[in-house]
């Protein structure tokens, strides 16, 4: 991880310097630059058994489907406020194209552009659910890799919350016409999260 985040960093400067982490993606989303990422760890984070188990008891399959994504990190800032990320809810898809599309033509449409020249393309194609109306179900995971305890920083996750997201998709219906249909990744701004 310290790899991926140290390119876009000076070989000249410090890499302890405070300052640094500004320029790798982290003081906005925690996120390590807006491509996916294409080490060997990342690679052999995402086969490991235990992992593929856990999505297959999800999905009720053992044939899997993997997509590609990043490295997040997210400091503690209680003793470093500066380090903070912003307040954000963002859903890695468009709920409202995922509950009122009545097929998935959209979602090929998409997908049929993607020639993965560019790293981002990954990130596209990761954005890309299809469409509940024919069923189709995705997951997304995060793997930790080391323990987290209470005074770390971490990323907020709503437990159970594909069980009500239909639910808010539909009562939060003006957000749509803020974000749009179309956008397929949605980060709300924070005066735009919902109570």
Not at 66 to 78: A, E, I, L, T, W
Not at 156 to 173: A, M, R, S
Request: aromatic share 10%.
């Amino acid at each position: 991880m310290e790899t991926s985040a140290a390119k876009f960093i000076p070989p000249s400067v410090p890499r302890d310097s405070e300052g640094n982490w500004r320029k790798t993606g982290l003081v906005q989303e925690g996120i390590i630059g807006s491509a996916s990422l294409w080490t060997r760890q990342i690679l052999l984070n995402r086969q490991t058994s235990a992992l593929h188990a856990a999505f297959a008891a999800i999905l009720q399959t053992e044939n899997l489907l993997v997509n590609h994504d990043r490295y997040g990190m997210f400091r503690p800032v209680k003793e470093h406020p500066e380090r903070a990320t912003m307040t954000n809810l963002h859903l890695d898809m468009n709920p409202w194209s995922y509950f009122e599309d009545k097929d998935n033509s959209e979602q090929f449409e998409v997908l049929n552009q993607l020639r993965y020249r560019s790293a981002s393309d990954w990130i596209t194609e990761n954005n890309e659910p299809g469409c509940a109306a024919i069923g189709e179900l995705h997951v997304q995971g995060l793997v930790n890799l080391a323990d987290n305890q209470e005074e770390d920083g971490g990323f907020w996750l709503v437990p159970g919350f594909h069980k009500y997201l239909e639910q808010w998709t539909h009562e939060h219906q003006a957000l749509s016409n803020i974000y749009g249909r179309w956008n397929r990744f949605n980060l709300f701004r924070e005066g735009d999260i919902p109570e």
